[in-house]
């Protein structure tokens, strides 16, 4: 008998069932679409839980970098730091906001931003620095403010997988100007569809966003700048707000489960470093010499696995016209990382299954 197959995620509503449809009951009654009342709930609900004093719903998580790139005057010309190893999007948000992203190497055992590698990077051009909280664990953020506060640039945080994180306490997305944040379904807080948001303690810069996803408008019909239409309709609000309150639990569960593959891992499958406590587990990515034998093992015992990222963003055509230096880190771990099943619907047996799996790799290995 072929064991069942443990897919990678599972995005069907479960607990939150009938929240989510009675949240769409809602919205399709009022008949108010788009920056409606349950945006306007969302936001202040949302800023409260990431602990900052501002949030401003838009349309993805792309855009949201891009509009807090703009918000803060990075321009055409300027120079913003990246990661060598992200989702591409932080760098093409880069590329929207009309600067160029110049890729800073990865430390070796978190595969967040190095500070020296980000330094090295920093040029007469640089405005600001773009830390992202790489798979839900925050980037080094004490030493990258220091860096920032030396060459006077501003820092824009990633927050795309670490809803509810924090570092040393603090919550990310409130180091520098804001954080930027995404509800693309497969994220910690997910909508059913596509959305984002901005949190930010400075009321100015959420003003300003608040402007500049509605088309620059400041009156109906007066464009005050050039803004782009990147606004969080009702629909996908209602949802995030009936699945908000359960954030906190699903998190909770994230950590047993990363708890759980971490009692088991040993020197040929290694996790990642764990730097900080307010990881909040978005992926639980492992390393090894022999990522491309793991998988096909895990294929094998009916376990889906996905790799973030295969392609270090210096090596992606999309930034080919752009001149980078090396990032040699990223480009050897992007050899070796994969990610095993992590959410908060996967239940201690099959979390029992695929460490058993991973294990049996292990030991085939070590004696090898
Ligand atoms: C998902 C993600 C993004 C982009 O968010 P979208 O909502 O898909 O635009 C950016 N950065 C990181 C790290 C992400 O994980």
Known sequence: MTPERIPFLDLRPGEDDAAVRGAIDRVVR???FVLGPE???????FAEA???AHAVGVGNG???????????????GDEVIVPAITAAYTGLAVLMAGATPVFGDVDEETLTLAPAACEAAVTSRTSAIIPVHLYGQAADMHPLQAIAQRHALAIVEDCCQAHL???DGLPVGTFGTGGAFSFYPTKNLGALGDGGAVITNDASTADRIRRLRNGGQVDRYVHADP???SRLD????AVLRARLPLLLRWTTRRREIAAAYQERLGRAVHPLRLRDNGHVYHLFVVRS???AALQTHLRASGIDTLIHYPVPLPQQPAFASLTQKDAPVATRVAQEILSLPLHPRLTDAQVERISSAVDQFQKGHILA
């Open 30 to 32: 009022r008949g108010w």
């Open 39 to 45: 945006v306007e709930e969302f936001e202040a609900e």
């Open 50 to 52: 990431s602990g900052a």
């Open 62 to 76: 792309t855009d949201a970098i891009a509009l807090l790139l703009r918000a803060i005057g990075v321009k055409p």
């Open 165 to 167: 994180g924090t570092c």
């Open 227 to 229: 803004g782009i239409n």
């Open 234 to 237: 009702d629909l996908q609000a």
């Open 289 to 291: 010499a022999e990522r």
